[in-house]
Structures are given as C-alpha cells and as structure tokens.
C-alpha cells in the first residue's frame, strides 16, 4: 500500500471507535481506540456553600477541565481562585464551569484570578449567580479570558 496513491486507495469507511491506534511512548509501542482518545472530558462535580474558598490550583483540580457546581445551604457567596495563569500546567489550559438547579440570585461563586494575575484584562472576578450558568476561561500562560459564556 506505501507504493499506491491516494487516489488509487480503496473508500473509506466510517470510523466505529474500536478501531486501534499505535502510539510509541519511548521505546514502547502502545494502543488505543478512538473510544479512549474522544469524549475525554475530566469532569469534577463539586458541592459548594457560603463563605466557601477554593484553591483551584491544588492537585484536586490538576487535570480538571470541567468543573459542576451544586449549591448546598444558606445564601451568601463562595470564590473559587483560579490557578496559577503562568504555571506549565495552565498554558493553553480551558476550564469550564456550569451550576445546576441549585443556584440562584442569592448563591453564587466568583471565579477568581489568582493574586496579581488578571481575568479577562481585570484583577476582580467573574460572579455566577443563576441555575445553568456557565463560563469557559483560557489561559495563555500569562493570564486567564473568558472565552464562553451561558446564562
């Protein structure tokens, strides 16, 4: 087949997503589906209540990129900070929040940048208030932009 055009190939067909894909990893070949590779959506579901900070720098949330909040007592405000903008780990990084029907005027979370680092060219933060809200922010590796929003 390495000696054929493209052209000459036989028609594709559709994908199943059980089909296997090399990959070399070192001196290791490995495998893996389409399946494994598509759909790969890190999601953290998190209850949160008032007065409430979170770190989203610390290990809980390395590899989130999703992040669902359920509100759980009294009104009042939670702050999320976000991570750390410049760190290897955040550069080309997506978070993604959204609240579910527990949320309303009087509950919310501020998505926070960390200290000295800015949210969409501010240092203040971004308030979710609402049930089914949603944010997306990016960072590129200097600060954070909000690149999405749902209300």
């Given amino acids: 087949m390495a000696d054929q055009k493209i052209s000459e190939l036989t028609d594709a067909t559709t994908l199943t997503g059980t089909e296997q894909?090399?990959?070399?990893?070192?001196?290791?070949?490995?495998?893996?589906?389409?399946?494994?590779?598509?759909?790969?959506?890190?999601?953290?579901?998190?209850?949160?209540?008032?007065?409430?900070?979170?770190?989203?720098?610390?290990?809980?949330?390395?590899?989130?990129?999703?992040?669902k909040l359920t509100w759980d007592g009294a009104s009042g405000t939670a702050t999320y900070t976000l991570p750390d903008a410049?760190?290897?780990?955040s550069t080309n990084r997506v978070l993604r929040f959204i609240t579910d029907s527990t949320f309303s005027a009087s509950t919310r979370v501020d998505i926070t940048p960390a200290s000295g680092q800015n949210l969409d060219g501010a240092t203040s933060s971004y308030?979710?208030?609402?049930?089914?809200?949603?944010?997306?922010?990016?960072?590129?590796?200097?600060?954070?932009?909000?690149v999405q929003k749902k209300a």
């Fill in 86 to 89: 410049t760190s290897s780990n």
């Fill in 21 to 67: 894909i090399p990959l070399v990893q070192s001196s290791t070949t490995k495998k893996a589906t389409i399946n494994d590779i598509t759909n790969h959506i890190i999601t953290v579901a998190k209850t949160t209540s008032a007065d409430e900070v979170v770190d989203l720098d610390s290990s809980t949330y390395e590899n989130a990129m999703m992040i």
């Fill in 127 to 146: 308030e979710i208030n609402k049930a089914y809200e949603g944010i997306a922010v990016w960072s590129d590796g200097v600060e954070w932009f909000i």
